[in-house]
């Protein structure tokens, strides 16, 4: 399997352009993440989908965020307008739900789009 | 205060030293722990797995949960080179896949 491939793996733009950020699950994965990561604040959820329906948006840090998942195949982080403070690493995740059990549950992580708005 | 506290380091040993790693947490209705591994560039990747209280290992790496402390511990022994990398421990509450609180991530050099 080829895991959580995500694209851009790098982007930079200037404060005020669109940004989208997109991200493939692993095959048969009912849930997909998408995580935020800076050296301040480390590792944040922003949303999930299951079965490509938003469950928690909490995360989301505001309006100028969307995030969609049109099928169980791809999904979309947007920002518009970025602005600088919005640079940071984004990972997508994607996990099967099982029963819970000991031996628990394991949540795949893609290798991130790092984004850098100047 | 945020649901899980770790201490970012960075921290650096030379090879074969032993190293502990070592989260708190807030809410006691946390009860499953993980330890994610994360090398420079990559995402994060998960190393350990423990339900509940109790310990539990594989291989040079011991996982650790005192939940009447609220601590959760990540050993490991003889370290090498290739362990050197960001650890993030991370917990959940069960009733919904998925949601989980990460730390900040250790950064851990092991020099040969």
């Known amino acids: 399997d080829a895991g959580v491939i995500q694209s851009p793996r790098h982007e930079v733009t200037e404060m005020g352009q669109e940004v989208t950020l997109r991200c493939k699950p692993i095959?048969?994965?009912?849930?997909l993440f998408w995580y935020r990561q800076t050296m301040m604040r480390g590792l944040e959820l922003l949303i999930y989908?299951?079965?490509?329906?938003?469950?928690?948006d909490s995360g989301m840090p505001e309006d100028r965020f969307s995030a969609k998942m049109p099928n169980a195949s791809f999904s979309t982080l947007k920002i518009q307008p970025s602005e600088p403070r919005d640079s940071a690493v984004y990972f997508c995740?994607?996990?099967?739900?099982?029963?819970?059990?000991?031996?628990?549950?394991?949540?795949?992580f893609g290798e991130g789009s790092w984004l850098t708005v100047v | 205060q945020k649901e899980v506290e770790q201490d970012p380091g960075p921290l650096s040993v030379p090879e074969g030293a032993i190293v502990s790693l070592n989260c708190t947490y807030s809410?006691?209705?946390?009860?499953?722990f993980m330890w994610y591994r994360q090398y420079s560039r990559k995402g994060p990747e998960l190393l350990m797995y423990?339900?509940?209280?109790g310990n539990k290992e594989d291989g040079r790496f011991t996982a650790q949960v005192d939940k009447s402390s609220k601590y959760i511990s990540l050993f490991i022994r003889d370290s090498q080179p290739s362990d050197s990398a960001t650890y993030l421990c991370?917990?959940?509450?069960?009733?919904?896949?998925?949601?989980?609180?990460f730390g900040r991530g250790t950064q851990l050099t092991v020099w040969p």
């Open positions: 095959s048969g994965h009912d849930y």
């Open positions: 995740a994607s996990s099967f739900a099982l029963a819970r059990s000991n031996s628990g549950n394991t949540i795949y």
């Open positions: 423990t339900y509940s209280s």
């Open positions: 989908f299951n079965n490509n329906v938003p469950i928690d």
């Open positions: 809410n006691s209705a946390f009860q499953y």
């Open positions: 991370a917990v959940d509450r069960g009733s919904t896949l998925g949601r989980l609180y």
